[in-house]
């Protein structure tokens, strides 16, 4: 059975408790940074941050009102970075998580071009030498393995962040919105979105206001398949036409040479 995180952004205050949590179960370290006018802290997710709260002030009527959301690896149930990894350094597993294997990874980052929510992060500063790699949330799957849940959603104070096997998630989720009709958007996000995610989500705002996209119920690793199958043709068909093209240069200059002409270039 697969299990799942489950995040009711109504009943988050944006305490950040759940950032700290993962800066400390994963010895990441802090992100210097500077006050860019908002209060979301650190401002986007890196190869140190794997988890940021988004802080939205959405308007309700006559009032604006605070909308937080989390922004982390949905460990997608077909994941496009997977899919689009030609080494398969990243990987769905049985019980969840989308893991990552840097003794796979050759640095392409199709990964990062694959993922619809924009999630897996480069480390830029470590340079070519130090072996730069994708960084991203693990799910703790290392807590998982001890039977224990993921740091953030044992952190949260409010009960914003619930752990468990997805179906009974889902279940719960779609249970709390009928219970509250007037609180909740009528929908579980993730639920099917590019064909299922283990990140799902509840809100009193449009979902697009907490910062997640709108996508379709089909996997999107199918189009990465797509774009993976094409590229080794689409490299074979230039540097085939780069060989020719290099061929018909030398082919002239020969023929110059011969006849005592000056080349063209």
């Not at 049985?94 to 999630?119: H, S, T």
């Not at 279940?171 to 639920?191: L, S, W």
Request: charged share 20%; net charge neutral.
């Amino acid at each position: 059975m697969s299990h799942a995180m489950l995040f009711d952004a109504h009943l988050c205050t944006g305490c950040r408790g759940c950032q700290v949590a993962c800066k400390q179960w994963n010895d990441l370290e802090a992100t210097e940074t500077s006050n860019v006018g908002s209060y979301q802290n650190p401002p986007r997710l890196s190869s140190r941050t794997w988890l940021v709260m988004r802080f939205n002030e959405v308007e309700q009527g006559d009032k604006v009102v605070w909308a937080f959301g989390r922004h982390a690896c949905m460990h997608c149930e077909h994941p496009a970075c997977a899919s689009a990894c030609p080494l398969e350094a990243l990987h769905k597993t049985e019980d969840g998580p989308v893991l990552y294997r840097a003794d796979r990874c050759f640095g392409c980052r199709y990964c990062m071009l694959a993922c619809p929510f924009e999630i897996p992060t480069f480390e830029w500063d470590q340079g070519i030498v130090a072996g730069p790699w994708i960084r991203k949330c693990t799910f703790c799957s290392d807590r998982l393995g001890a039977g224990r849940e993921p740091a953030c959603a044992q952190t949260c104070p409010t009960g914003a962040l619930k752990y468990g096997q997805r179906d009974e998630l889902i279940a719960y989720a779609e249970e709390r919105i009928q219970r509250h009709p007037d609180t909740y958007i009528p929908h579980v996000y993730g639920k099917t979105e590019a064909g299922g995610t283990s990140l799902l989500y509840i809100s009193h705002v449009p979902f697009e206001e907490l910062g997640l996209p709108k996508l379709g119920d089909k996997p999107i690793s199918e189009r990465a398949e797509d774009a993976m199958f094409a590229t080794p043709i689409a490299a074979a068909g230039l540097i085939a036409g780069l060989t020719g093209f290099y061929w018909v240069v030398k082919r002239r200059q020969k023929m110059a040479q011969k006849s005592g002409a000056a080349p063209k270039e």
